[in-house]
T-cell receptor, first 113, second 108 residues
Framework: GAGVSQTPSNKVTEKGKYVELRCDPI?????LYWYRQSLGQGPEFLIY????????DSGLPNDRFFAVRPEGSVSTLKIQRTERGDSAVYLC???????????FGPGTRLTVL | GESVGLHLPTLSVQEGDNSIINCAYS??????FIWYKQESGKGPQFIID?????DKRQGQRVTVLLNKTVKHLSLQIAATQPGDSAVYFC???????FGAGTRLTVKP
């Protein structure tokens, strides 16, 4: 595609529910990144994939967060037993290779009530 | 851990003036930096990048300066326009670390 796309653009859920956030990277980009951005803060790294494998998941806050990229293209960020503190904008980015310029999607705004 | 940070959280300038946004980093091994612009409700947008083998890089109306001795980056925007109003982040790409950002407001 022309750019990184993310769906949904907005997600409202209740505390304790499970959510999935989807990212479609730029075609041909091997590296894919997930970030979380709270209001008034910079993006906070969560995880990045090189191809299908999670090369660095050190930013995932706890084991309620999980991400997959089974075919090396689309990625899904999964959050179990959501908490109000998970409310944030979740940004996805992709780059041709790790260490190259990252192109960001518009983000998914998650609100946990 | 080491992190990227910014000196000022907000900057207000008059239209037509030049703007300078600063960023400090602490990882001396950092070798690739990007400045991003983020408008409300949108994802960060690439402005300009610089690698550690350079001190200065210029784009259209923007210049990035890198001082490795003091581990400092700056973004200079010439003839700032209202459309430049946004939050600006510097990012250390290898560590995937962003600063908190500086909000630039341009007064007409």
């Amino acid at each position: 595609g022309a750019g990184v796309s993310q769906t949904p653009s907005n997600k409202v859920t209740e505390k304790g529910k499970y959510v999935e956030l989807r990212c479609d990277p730029i075609s041909g980009h091997t590296a894919l990144y997930w970030y979380r951005q709270s209001l008034g803060q910079g993006p906070e790294f969560l995880i990045y994939f090189q191809g299908t494998g999670a090369a660095d998941d050190s930013g995932l806050p706890n084991d309620r967060f999980f991400a997959v990229r089974p075919e090396g293209s689309v990625s899904t960020l999964k959050i179990q037993r959501t908490e109000r503190g998970d409310s944030a904008v979740y940004l996805c980015a992709s780059s041709l290779r790790q260490g190259d310029e990252q192109f960001f999607g518009p983000g998914t705004r998650l609100t946990v009530l | 851990g080491e992190s990227v940070g910014l000196h000022l959280p907000t900057l207000s300038v008059q239209e037509g003036d030049n703007s300078i946004i600063n960023c400090a980093y602490s990882n001396s091994a950092s070798d690739y930096f990007i400045w991003y612009k983020q408008e409300s409700g949108k994802g960060p947008q690439f402005i300009i990048d610089i690698r550690s083998n350079m001190d200065k890089r210029q784009g259209q109306r923007v210049t990035v300066l890198l001082n490795k001795t003091v581990k400092h980056l700056s973004l200079q925007i010439a003839a700032t326009q209202p459309g430049d109003s946004a939050v600006y982040f510097c990012a250390e790409i290898n560590d995937m670390r962003f600063g908190a950002g500086t909000r630039l407001t341009v007064k007409p």
